[in-house]
């Protein structure tokens, strides 16, 4: 079996390989990325690569040519003046691939939230993703995981510093969360299966709903410190992601997202179950991954794409 892996650099795609890898099933994996040296220890666990970028429509044709399943992810582009336009050229390449190559199963990283066309940032690119997946006749899961547990690893300098997290999120709103370790696990599951058939929408809401306040108290718990929840205000948020390398229409359009997050516009569909649950707690993500992290210099940094 023949599956290609897309960001396989970025925690969830990483997450993919790692378990693809790990199968015990005769699969040969082929990796699309644009830096091959951080490709190498999956190249040395028998991995295979194609190196290029993924709004290339002719590099992702001829990278997938012969696969029969596809994890399929839309990268973040920070620098980006034209966010959900960079989306969709991604989106055209997957379904020029798909279709050029007839690959039978796609597994599409999307969001929670990803019903709402308009109004909720990037999520609402995702929507035009799926929308241009579906129109292809292959079979198609979209996955639509909620926050990610990662997310607070762009607050680790403000928590060694001022022990406080922030968004520009009313700090009792309740939101699925989730480790993308356990997104990762769902996508490579679904991708060796084979009795699943036509266009699949799976949510995934980590083990529980949780405010920004309850992160702050479930830090506080792990890292034995006390850490705070402060709700930034939109010109801050919006200013510290223009600091962090952002486009005005990047910092727009995550600031829309928060909206969206915050008035319940982006909300999940499914209830809570043993098939959208997943195991991965806050507090352990804290243990294995924050708490290691913490004790490195403020300005050191973690690859989060």
């Not at 991604?90 to 929670?112: D, E, F, G, K, P």
């Not at 997946?133 to 990610?148: A, E």
């Amino acid at each position: 079996m023949n599956i290609a892996v897309t960001t396989p650099t970025g925690h969830v795609g990483r997450a993919v390989t790692d378990f693809l890898l790990e199968c015990s099933r005769d699969i040969n994996v082929t990796l699309l990325g644009r830096r091959p040296e951080k490709l190498q220890d999956f190249v040395r666990r028998g991995a295979n690569t194609a190196i290029g970028a993924l709004d290339d429509t002719e590099y992702v044709v001829k990278a997938t040519k012969g696969m029969d399943a596809l994890f399929w992810a839309t990268p973040p582009v920070f620098g980006s003046d034209d966010l959900r336009g960079f989306q969709n050229r991604l989106a055209n390449a997957a379904a020029t691939a798909i279709r050029t190559n007839r690959i039978h199963r796609v597994v599409n990283l999307s969001s929670i939230g990803a019903d709402v066309a308009t109004g909720a940032g990037p999520i609402s690119g995702l929507h035009d993703v799926e929308e241009q997946l579906n129109k292809i006749g292959c079979h198609v899961t979209h996955l639509r995981p909620g926050f990610f547990f990662e997310n607070i690893l762009w607050q680790l300098d403000t928590i060694r510093t001022w022990g406080r997290i922030s968004w520009p999120i009313n700090p009792s709103v309740a939101y699925p969360m989730i480790a993308t370790h356990d997104i990762g696990r769902a996508a490579a599951t679904r991708l060796v299966n084979m009795d699943w058939t036509g266009h699949v929408v799976q949510e995934l809401h980590g083990p529980a709903d949780l405010t920004f306040r309850e992160v702050a108290d479930i830090l506080s718990q792990v890292l034995g410190r006390k850490i705070v929840y402060v709700r930034t205000s939109r010109e801050d948020a919006r200013d510290a992601m223009l600091q962090k390398a952002m486009s005005e229409n990047v910092a727009q359009s995550m600031l829309e997202m928060y909206d969206a997050l915050d008035t319940g516009k982006v909300r999940p569909l499914q209830p809570r179950t043993p098939d959208t649950a997943t195991p991965t707690t806050l507090a352990e993500f804290a243990r294995e991954v924050v708490l290691p992290l913490i004790s490195q210099p403020v300005g050191a940094t973690r690859e989060n794409a």
